[in-house]
């Protein structure tokens, strides 16, 4: 048995040069990817290897040796060569069109690396990895670019060699762009009134629990709990019983009066938190009726809960809806479920609200924090292990 390596761009054209020196007969054995191309190919280049046989006794259409003869473990099999029938040209066929397919997969996803960097400006290497970072991050690409290049312009010399140095750059650039919303706690004997809103699925009751039991607990606060959000199957009935575990009061209410008349009657309280429905951003309509709600309450307070796992494009129209309300501060939920953080960033680019809280996880009421200029800018740019 005569055994060869054929390498292409393809599988046809190898299969063609397997044919061309070893003859019709020749059986595949096996097939491999190999990396084609020289050191300035910016898209690499993937080809087709392939292990042929033929059985000495055919006549080769090109005798010349193998120029590498396969080392193969002592544990496969040997493969003897199958009938030339219509199963094998059909196997063959199989093999093509799944490797061709395979081929044009590879091609784009490169396509696709190489258009996400694209922009990607002639700079050092620290530099282009670090933009590269905050890309992969889902920093929008002309914000990256705008810290990267801030950046170059306060570098010079053995300064583009400390990656260090760079980092902290970076983290004080997107730290300047960070606002924290200030937390006030006296409201000159009257409670303050917060009120959270946002899109459906962002999170907002297991929120408002976390708060509240945060105020209740560990600040010694007097707290009361409002839902207006009769709306989802299921939502009172879920903070009525977080409520009761917590000793908190909770009111549900229907209407904007009865919203006033709750907060009256909760006078003597230091914190009145206010749940609300979720709706989606595109429901005029609903949001209008919502709006009664919050004039009718008057909140000091108002979060928008934003989800760090929906895409920047629906979030950017939430900011841009929910405004209805005037919120003043923005509450990220859902920080434990997605890798990347850079959608923060562009937030903050979009919309210069302050920032009040994270929160990253189910359990009430350890999974919510105060956010930090410091911790968010890390976030930012580190990318989180699977």
Request: with cysteine; glycine share 4%.
């Amino acid at each position: 048995m005569m055994i060869k390596k054929f390498t292409a761009p393809t599988m046809k054209e190898a299969v063609a040069r397997m044919k061309k020196d070893l003859g019709q007969d020749a059986v595949i054995l096996k097939t491999n990817k190999v990396s084609q191309g020289g050191l300035l190919d910016f898209v690499g280049k993937e080809g087709i290897e392939i292990t042929a046989a033929v059985d000495k006794g055919s006549k080769p259409l090109n005798t010349t040796p193998p120029d590498v003869i396969p080392e193969f473990q002592s544990h496969q099999p040997v493969v003897s060569r199958p009938p030339a029938d219509r199963n094998e040209k059909d196997n063959m066929q199989s093999i093509m069109l799944q490797s061709e397919l395979n081929e044009m997969r590879n091609s784009m996803a490169k396509l696709s690396s190489f258009l996400k960097y694209s922009n990607v400006p002639s700079l050092p290497d620290n530099l282009q990895m670090v933009m590269k970072q905050l890309i992969d991050n889902e920093v929008d690409d002309v914000t990256a670019r705008e810290l990267v290049e801030a950046i170059h312009h306060e570098l010079s010399g053995d300064q583009y060699k400390d990656l260090k140095l760079i980092v902290a750059k970076l983290l004080k650039k997107i730290a300047g762009r960070i606002k924290i919303a200030k937390e006030v706690v006296d409201y000159k004997n009257r409670p303050k009134v917060v009120m959270l809103v946002g899109p459906t699925g962002v999170g907002k009751t297991t929120s408002i629990a976390k708060l509240a039991t945060n105020q209740k607990l560990i600040n010694k606060k007097k707290v009361a709990l409002i839902s207006a959000d009769t709306f989802r199957i299921g939502a009172v009935d879920q903070l009525k019983t977080f409520a009761n575990i917590a000793e908190i009061p909770l009111t549900v209410v229907y209407t904007p009066k009865d919203m006033q008349a709750a907060i009256n009657n909760y006078s003597d309280m230091d914190v009145i938190y206010i749940d609300t429905t979720g709706r989606s951003q595109r429901d005029t309509q609903r949001l209008k009726e919502m709006k009664k709600f919050v004039t009718g309450a008057n909140p000091d307070e108002i979060h928008l809960c934003l989800s760090v796992t929906t895409r920047f494009s629906d979030t950017r129209e939430a900011l841009a809806k929910f405004s209805l309300f005037k919120y003043n501060r923005i509450l990220f939920t859902k920080i434990d479920e997605t890798s990347s953080l850079g959608i923060i960033l562009n937030i903050l680019n979009e919309k210069q609200v302050p920032i009040s809280y994270l929160t990253n996880g189910q359990n009430v009421p350890e999974d919510i924090g105060r956010a930090t200029v410091d911790k968010l800018a890390r976030m930012i740019v580190r990318r989180k292990s699977n």
